[in-house]
């Protein structure tokens, strides 16, 4: 069992900057890859962007160029620095961790509010 535990997050405006932290602890051996998702009120849960073990990385067209996922091994940490904040960027992030053992159901943070004004 894996337990992820976010910072981070909170108000900025339009064309600001924030930045996003996943702490990982328990059976951090069986992540594959850790990521960060959103979901905006009344909007479907959506992926942000994702990093593996193996350095790939993956970003929704929305955020590419905005936005640089980091993944700290040593501290079992995941980032997103979030660069020109848009409005339509408010939402809830959460943090998500993939297994190795892909039958096993993917991990979630509580979450962390993101708000953007514009």
């Known amino acids: 069992q894996v337990r992820l535990v976010e910072s981070g997050g909170g108000l900025a405006q339009a064309g600001g900057s924030l930045r996003l932290s996943c702490a990982a602890s328990?059976?951090?051996?069986?992540?594959?890859?850790m990521g960060w998702y959103r979901q905006a009120p009344g909007k479907q849960r959506e992926l942000v962007a994702v990093?593996?073990?193996?350095?790939?990385?993956n970003y929704a067209d929305s955020v590419k160029g905005r936005f640089t996922i980091s993944r700290d091994n040593a501290k079992n940490t995941v980032n997103l620095q979030m660069n020109s904040l848009k409005p339509e960027d408010t939402a809830v992030y959460y943090c998500a961790a993939d297994f190795l053992v892909e039958q096993l159901p993917r991990s979630w943070g509580q979450g962390t509010q993101v708000t953007v004004s514009s």
């Open positions: 990093a593996t073990n193996g350095g790939s990385t």
């Open positions: 328990g059976s951090i051996f069986s992540i594959n890859a």
